[in-house]
């Protein structure tokens, strides 16, 4: 297996430093297509997975329908962020030294290396908890209460799948909420409530808008608690 194709990274145990986090980070947003994989990625590599179950993961991913990347592409870049390590393993599964590795020609570690396996870094640690959609739907549930009882609107509408177009209808008066541009006099148009559950993970386009399992349990419990 060439390094070409899955590179070398830290170990997933270091301590990471805050250079380290924002270069994960710097990944995980370069492109808005591939946030939500990244992010459940990170998460799912928590526990060391051979490449080939994480190729089938994000497979899984409603979102990977719409990326332009294989999965193997996607995995790497966090694997050259530092976000994942790569982990080489003989034919027996058992980690390969990495200075052997080194002292050896191309054939040879060919040869020896028969499986990739990848692990969350503590840098990817760390970033992967910041980005769980229960974090970032607490977040935006704090930054426009008024907003609040909209999110949750949609969010229970679209346990079934829904149009935007159902979802526009739905929203009937909460057309009327103002933006946060008081100097525009424009209102609060029905498709940024829906990029703001998106961007929180809240929701996710599937054919149609539907409520993550996330965005399900976060209004439901903020229903109770209201």
Same mark, same amino acid.
């Given at each position: 297996?060439?390094?070409?194709?899955?590179?070398?990274?830290?170990?997933?145990?270091?301590?990471?430093?805050?250079?380290?986090?924002? @270069?994960? %980070?710097?990944?995980?947003?370069?492109?808005?297509?591939?946030?939500?994989?990244?992010?459940?990625?990170?998460?799912?590599?928590?526990?060391?997975?051979?490449?080939?179950?994480?190729?089938? %993961?994000?497979?899984?991913?409603?979102?990977?329908?719409?990326?332009?990347?294989?999965?193997?592409?996607?995995?790497?870049?966090?694997?050259?962020?530092?976000?994942?390590? /790569?982990?080489?393993?003989?034919?027996?599964?058992?980690?390969?030294? !990495?200075?052997?590795?080194?002292?050896?020609?191309?054939?040879?570690?060919?040869?020896?290396?028969?499986?990739?396996?990848?692990?969350? $870094?503590?840098?990817?640690?760390?970033? #992967?908890?910041?980005? @769980? !959609?229960?974090?970032?739907?607490?977040?935006?549930?704090?930054?426009? !209460?008024? /907003?609040?009882?909209?999110?949750? #609107?949609?969010? @229970?509408?679209?346990?079934?799948?829904?149009?935007?177009? %159902?979802?526009?209808?739905?929203?009937?008066?909460?057309?009327?909420?103002?933006?946060?541009?008081?100097?525009?006099?424009?209102?609060?148009?029905?498709?940024?409530?829906?990029?703001?559950?998106?961007?929180?993970?809240?929701?996710?386009?599937?054919?149609?808008?539907? $409520?993550?399992?996330?965005?399900?349990?976060?209004? $439901?419990?903020? %229903? /109770?608690?209201?």
């Amino acid at each position: 297996m060439a390094d070409s194709i899955c590179p070398s990274t830290a170990a997933p145990g270091d301590q990471p430093d805050g250079a380290a986090v924002a @270069r994960v %980070e710097k990944a995980l947003h370069r492109r808005g297509a591939f946030t939500e994989i990244m992010g459940k990625v990170l998460d799912f590599c928590r526990q060391r997975r051979l490449l080939a179950e994480v190729e089938d %993961e994000i497979a899984s991913y409603p979102e990977f329908k719409y990326v332009d990347q294989s999965q193997a592409a996607i995995a790497f870049m966090l694997v050259e962020a530092g976000g994942l390590a /790569r982990i080489d393993l003989d034919r027996d599964g058992n980690p390969v030294d !990495p200075a052997r590795l080194a002292s050896l020609d191309e054939d040879a570690a060919d040869e020896l290396v028969q499986f990739c396996a990848l692990e969350t $870094t503590s840098a990817g640690v760390q970033v #992967a908890q910041a980005h @769980r !959609p229960e974090v970032r739907l607490e977040e935006l549930f704090a930054r426009t !209460p008024e /907003r609040n009882d909209a999110y949750r #609107a949609i969010l @229970r509408a679209a346990s079934e799948p829904k149009t935007f177009a %159902e979802i526009e209808a739905l929203l009937g008066k909460q057309l009327s909420l103002p933006s946060l541009n008081g100097k525009s006099g424009l209102p609060l148009y029905p498709s940024a409530l829906v990029a703001h559950l998106e961007k929180a993970g809240g929701l996710v386009w599937d054919e149609a808008w539907s $409520t993550t399992p996330a965005g399900a349990s976060f209004a $439901t419990s903020n %229903e /109770r608690s209201k």
